[in-house]
């Protein structure tokens, strides 16, 4: 009982962690672009989640190439870009809408494994589908263009997000230390070239903003970035050590709910009535499609 206790523990504050991410996010747009924030971020948490593997000597090979395919292909779409339209939909939508959008990727998973590895669908996961359509008609206010994009981003976010964990159960025989560190490492090299590509006056100096002349501020948000972003990981997975993978996303939906406060508190973000039931439509639908995990 004391060890499900603590793996509740380790969930709840990995909640926490990713839900401080929107607020990174924030703060960090004031004065680094889009690209080359999830770039810097990356650079932070690949380079501890490496040390990480080195310290309790974790075998970072694979075993073949067709492996090291799927792992670039998740690592890529399936983490790196999943995180790109979150960033996008937390700086269109209020911090609250991005979050409960984003964990329809819960819901999202199932019905991909269904069309991709021909799993089987149950009942409650149809049901959670229509539910979360319905939270998300109530979510996305077509009379704000701009919110409507962040929704639209952040549901694309979750499509990719489950892509991740679908491509994932292919290197299920791998830990999940590996997954992180390549995940994270070709996060920092795609993101890298893309930022270069886009945001190329970013990395001149004399241009501002510019890498160059960010504040102490940015810097130590960045760092406490990829920091977070490795503790949520290392903390959910010790937390699905002793707890039912079905419980554990139950339990995860403090991460919208602190999302929620996060946003009220620092952004006055108060949701309107329309949002809050969609909030509770798509939770439920969560609920719904953890039933039978």
Known sequence: MQTINKGFAYIIFAGFFYAVMAVFV???????????????????ASTVAFSFAKVTKTDLKMKNARDY???LFIAVVG?????????????????????FIF?????????????????KISRFIILALILSFIGLYLLLNPANLNSS???????????????????????????????????????????????????????IQGITPNIFSLSKFSW???????????LAWLLLNKGLQTVKAGTSSII??????????????????????TSILGMIIISSGIILATKEK
């Open 26 to 44: 924030r703060l960090l747009a004031k004065e680094i672009p889009v690209f080359s924030q999830v770039f810097l971020r990356y650079i932070v």
């Open 69 to 71: 395919f799927v792992m």
């Open 79 to 99: 983490y790196s870009l999943s995180t790109l339209f979150f960033t996008f939909a937390v700086l269109h939508t209020t911090i609250a809408n991005t979050i």
């Open 103 to 119: 964990s329809t990727y819960v819901i999202i998973t199932p019905i991909l494994g269904f069309i991709f590895l021909h799993e």
């Open 149 to 203: 994009l962040g929704g639209i981003f952040a549901l694309i976010g979750a499509i990719l997000n489950a892509s991740y964990f679908i491509g994932s159960r292919k290197l299920r025989n791998y830990p999940a230390k590996l997954l992180l560190f390549y995940s994270t490492i070709c996060g920092v090299i795609s993101m890298g070239i893309i930022s270069l590509f886009f945001e190329r006056n970013f990395y």
């Open 220 to 230: 130590i948000i960045v760092f406490l970035f990829g920091i977070d972003n490795f």
């Open 252 to 273: 995860l939906l403090i991460e919208p709910v602190l999302a929620s406060i996060l946003g009220i508190i620092f952004y006055m973000e108060i949701p309107q009535i």
